[in-house]
C-alpha cells in the first residue's frame, strides 16, 4: 500500500529555517504528485503547497510565496518543503499528501494519500 512518512519539524524561533521532507512508497513512478497541507489547533487543514502532476509548475498559499520552496528529489521518492523566515502563524501540524488526479492542486479532497504529520513550532 502506499506510505507517506514526513519529517523535519521541530521548535524554532521566529524568521528561522526549517526543511521538511516527505519520502513516498507504493506510488507508480510519476502517476501521482505531491503536495503539502498544515492544520493548526481548531482550524481546517489547509493548503501550502504542491507540484503539477504533470509538468514543472508550482503552486503556494499566498502567505508562503516568497518564503516557502517545494523540491523533490526523484532518485529518493522525496518532496521537500524549505520554509524560511518562519512566523509563530506557521505554528501547525505539516501533512505530505499525493495527488493522483491533474485538477484541484488547493483542494484538500483532490488528495488520496496522506502522511501522518510533523509537527512545526514557531515561538516569537
Known amino acids: 500500500q502506499v506510505q507517506l512518512v514526513e519529517a523535519g519539524g521541530g521548535l524554532v524561533q521566529a524568521g528561522d529555517s526549517l526543511r521538511l521532507s516527505c519520502v513516498a512508497s507504493g506510488l507508480t513512478f510519476n502517476s501521482y504528485a505531491m503536495g503539502w497541507f498544515r492544520q493548526a489547533p481548531g482550524k481546517e487543514r489547509e493548503f501550502v503547497a504542491a507540484?503539477?502532476?504533470?509538468?514543472?509548475?508550482?503552486y503556494y498559499e499566498e502567505s508562503a510565496k516568497g518564503r516557502f520552496t517545494i523540491s523533490r528529489d526523484n532518485a529518493k521518492n522525496t518532496v521537500y518543503l524549505q520554509m524560511n523566515s518562519l512566523k509563530p502563524e506557521d505554528t501547525a501540524v505539516y501533512y505530505c499528501a499525493a495527488r493522483g488526479s491533474a485538477l484541484g492542486v488547493r483542494v484538500r479532497s483532490a488528495y488520496d494519500y496522506w502522511g501522518q504529520g510533523t509537527q512545526v513550532t514557531v515561538s516569537s
Open positions: 507540484f503539477s502532476r504533470t509538468t514543472d509548475f508550482t
